[in-house]
């Protein structure tokens, strides 16, 4: 069957971006009756990382784990990575050994050069541009906490924070689904023309909307999720005190501010947060805080993401094909170690 890799939103129709919730949202149920089905039994992941993670490595090992499968945790300096042996090298050894290939980078050409010579799945989980596991996951989370009344048309998405790789994936998948996206930031960290062309283009074709704002207020006035992320990244350590000066205290989710918003407004957050900074405890810790559904909603994404992708190009034997061959090694091995006396 043909390839396809994990790599952007963007790459995906409406109707596959939904079908992949959806199936995230039946293994979930599965998982709650402890029905998880074992769809990658046997089936092994190689996980890339090239930067420390909690989340995304935690959900996709136990995601692996509970659907019968293995997940191999490959850190730096474990791997030659595009340094003593080329990513082309790479992609061509693990695909040999292994059924997929998970890689967080940092840089977003490495993901997809790997993809580009893989003859397995390559699943993106992060690079400096993008973060489509993580939007996803919110998506998911977003449904079980529409609105009453509400379809995911209606849906109301307030972003407020830097142009992170997490407001390029939560605003193109928003804007791809019909929703409607708002970004609240000082003119110099709203998100780059090319993403809001990008946006806009999908908005044309779903019926989405996108809004970009200096106006934290205005922006919250709709809201049925409010959404932040960290002000910094890494490499930008040397950046801290300018964006702090410039998000501090307007664009802070405080108590203050979300108590501005709509009465059934949910509170969200990607992790990990500097709390404090671009929101407060009282936000992230309250009633109406999803955060850590969430994350939780991390691990069932993964399992649905890797059944999305995995899944359809494993052999999947009869019992006489398994029988045929055990039968065959087992004579085998029975000429080769004589039984026991």
């Known amino acids: 069957m043909q390839l396809k890799h994990f790599i952007d939103t963007e790459d995906f129709s409406r109707e596959e ?3 992949m919730i959806r199936l995230t949202r039946q ?4 998982d709650r009756a402890g029905c998880t089905p074992q769809l990658l039994k046997d089936a092994s992941l190689a996980m890339i990382f090239e930067e420390p993670s909690t989340r995304t490595r935690v959900s996709f090992e136990v995601a692996m784990t509970e659907l019968g499968g293995h997940a191999l945790y490959l850190k730096p300096g474990e791997i030659h990575l595009g340094v003593r042996e080329s990513l082309y090298d790479t992609a061509k050894v693990l695909s040999r050994m292994c059924d997929g290939i998970f890689a967080r980078t940092l840089k977003h050409a490495t ?3 790997l993809a580009k010579h893989a003859d397995v799945p390559v699943i993106n989980g992060l690079t400096d541009y993008n973060h489509p596991t993580q939007v996803i996951c919110d998506v998911t989370t977003m449904l079980e906490h529409i609105p009453a009344g509400k379809n995911l048309e209606d849906i109301n998405v307030t972003f407020i924070g830097d142009a992170t790789n997490v407001l390029s994936s939560l605003m193109l998948i928003c804007t791809r689904l019909g929703m409607n996206f708002t970004q609240a930031a000082p003119v110099d960290y709203q998100a780059p023309s090319s993403w809001q062309e990008w946006a806009r283009a999908n908005c044309q074709r779903s019926g989405g909307s996108l809004t970009i704002t200096s106006d934290p207020l205005a922006a919250i006035h709709k809201a049925d999720f409010i959404y932040t992320d960290l002000w910094w990244w890494v490499g930008q350590e040397d950046q801290i005190p300018a964006r702090r000066a410039a998000f501090m205290p307007d664009y802070q989710v405080n108590l203050d501010l979300f108590s501005k918003a709509p009465g059934h407004c949910k509170f969200m957050h990607c992790l990990p947060a500097s709390r404090g900074v671009e929101t407060t405890d009282a936000v992230m810790d309250h009633p109406r805080s999803i955060i ?5 909603n991390r691990l069932h994404t993964e399992k649905g993401l890797l059944a999305y992708f995995i899944y359809p190009r494993l052999k999947h034997p009869t019992a006489e094909e ?5 039968k065959e090694i087992l004579a085998t091995l029975d000429q080769l170690v004589p039984p026991a006396a």
Do not use: V
């Open 17 to 19: 971006l939904l079908d």
């Open 27 to 30: 293994i979930k149920a599965a």
């Open 111 to 113: 993901i997809t050069e």
């Open 292 to 296: 850590f559904d969430q994350s939780e």
């Open 322 to 326: 398994k029988q045929k061959y055990q």
